[in-house]
């Protein structure tokens, strides 16, 4: 198994949308982190396009003051600051003004000759989607894209954000868009999660680790229970969160893609093709839903008010931007079946939401017993987040009496290795710059992903839940996620 990466390549990275929250938050941080690892090229500049007006001194004094709440380097380098801050830049124009992409066209130039970039490119997408089929036409149109020809000399490569359509219908409609103007291989589907350390870690402890790799079937494994919980509300997305819900917004990319990871067979050869291609053979293999079977093996929730850290907190329709008789769903749970020779008759549970006990993500694999008993199974949790790493849940005998207690064995990244991972989008951009796609989505992985969540969004809407809100904050979520379990089992506590 191959964990080299090649060097980050000279470029220029232009951020469309560079005025709206992810870019202070996340990608001006990630950059910035880079650069003080001395991981980013020192060819290299970072270009903000928005429509918004500002001058370079106001872009750059905002983006330094979102270095100062959100990057994990802190407090900022004033030295390194000095000099990150000379190669960033603001242009100003309207998604869709023919002259704005040309006058950025004139301006890359300049950089390239400025900062030894030689012509490659990465265009953020970090827009609302409606936006990425107009901007990658305006980049074609303008020669900002390459063609093959060009592309053997220097790249130019598309970041995009979630959501990748809204079911199955747009995502295929919205990928015959961009694929009129920039081919598969240039395309960087995003999803932040794949970046966490622990996630990434999910196929060398797997298959570097024969011990686990042996068991990692439903000859020993009884269930599997993947979580991602949040205490957080919505925040200031009611709009976006009205639109969307929770199945769109988190299971259908989040929780899938630790899905496959987990369940996938070792592929061929450690390359991203093939790694893809074994994660599109689970999500074919997802046993799918119609009609009235929903009900069965999905369940939809939305908080209430309640308390979370010992402070009140408001339910989701009283929430900013949210209809007072909204549906939306704030939690989903599904029973999901692999029909494969690895996989069969093995229940996999998948548990989100907002507003919940704690924050959590983490995969649960709970072995079945040997033998008749009353001990608590073995059970294997990848930890996500917060507290990332893996823990092994085994019997012990008790000194001095004849009983056992459940004891644990605990990895944890920071005691391990003594340093705190890289944030998501640190590696993610740094493989972007690297041109290495594995942990981004293709887009067969997305449409695959759609066609298991589509029937559930087609039922819920024709069937509207008629009990929401149905879960208090600061809970485990609604009390009909037990109708999904089989005899026997039981969900964790989050």
């Known amino acids: 198994m191959e964990l080299t990466r090649k060097g980050a390549s000279p470029a220029i990275v232009v951020i469309f949308g560079a005025t709206g929250d992810l870019t202070t938050r996340k990608l001006l941080p990630a950059l910035y982190n880079l650069a003080y690892d001395g991981e980013l090229p020192s060819q290299f500049a970072c270009v903000g396009f928005a429509r918004r007006e500002k001058d370079q001194k106001q872009f750059r004094d905002e983006m330094k003051e979102g270095l100062d709440k959100f990057s994990r ?49 990465i265009f953020y997408l970090s827009v609302q989607p409606k936006y990425f089929p107009l901007i990658v036409e305006k980049l074609k149109k303008h020669g900002l894209l390459y063609d093959a020809v060009e592309e053997k000399k220097h790249f130019s490569r598309i970041i995009i954000e979630k959501p990748f359509g809204h079911n199955l219908k747009t995502a295929l409609a919205l990928q015959n868009e961009l694929s009129a103007y920039v081919d598969e291989p240039e395309i ?83 390359t991203a093709d093939n790694i893809k291609n074994e994660k599109v053979k689970v999500l074919k293999a997802v046993r799918k839903f119609n009609g009235a079977e929903v009900d069965q093996y999905a369940v939809r929730g939305q908080y209430d008010g309640g308390i979370i850290s010992e402070k009140e907190v408001m339910g989701y329709r009283q929430e900013n931007n949210v209809s007072p008789t909204s549906k939306v769903e704030t939690f989903a749970a599904l029973k999901l079946f692999v029909d494969n020779e690895r996989w069969k008759g093995v229940p996999i549970y998948l548990r989100s939401g907002k507003r919940l006990t ?51 064995m605990d990895f944890r990244y920071d005691s391990t290795f003594g340093v705190t991972p890289k944030e998501a989008y640190e590696r993610l951009i740094l493989d972007c710059l690297s041109g290495d796609s594995t942990l981004f989505l293709r887009d067969d992985e997305v449409l695959a992903s759609w066609e298991i969540m589509t029937p559930i969004l087609e039922w819920w809407e024709k069937n509207e839940p008629s009990n929401f809100p149905n879960y208090l904050s600061g809970s485990n979520g609604p009390d009909e996620v037990e109708n999904l379990l089989e005899a026997g089992h039981q969900w964790r506590r989050i």
């Not at 998604?95 to 900062?115: H, I, N, Q």
């Not at 999660?193 to 494994?221: C, D, M």
């Not at 200031?236 to 259908?252: A, F, K, P, S």
């Open 358 to 408: 704690r924050r959590c993500s983490e995969i649960a694999v709970t072995f079945k017993p040997s033998f008749p008993t009353n001990n608590a199974p073995n059970v294997l949790v990848i930890h996500v987040q917060p507290n990332e790493g893996i823990s092994l849940n085994f019997q012990s005998k008790v000194p001095s009496l004849q009983e056992t207690q459940t004891v644990r």
């Open 188 to 270: 960087y589907r995003i999803d932040h999660y794949l970046g966490k350390e622990t996630v990434q870690n999910i196929l060398t402890f797997r298959f570097l680790n024969p011990v686990f790799e042996h068991l990692w079937s439903n000859q020993a494994i009884e269930s599997m229970e993947i979580t991602v919980a949040e205490e957080m509300g919505i925040g200031t997305r009611g709009n976006l969160w009205e639109e969307q819900g929770l199945l769109r917004d988190i299971v259908q990319n989040h929780m899938m893609q630790l899905l496959t990871l987990a369940l996938m067979e070792a592929p061929p050869h450690f």
């Open 73 to 121: 380097h802190k407090p900022v380098d004033p030295d390194l600051w000095s000099h990150f801050s000379e190669k960033l830049y603001y242009h100003q124009s309207e998604f869709d003004d023919d002259k704005g992409y040309e006058s950025l066209k004139a301006f890359l130039k300049e950089l390239d000759v400025m900062y030894g970039t030689h012509g490659n490119r």
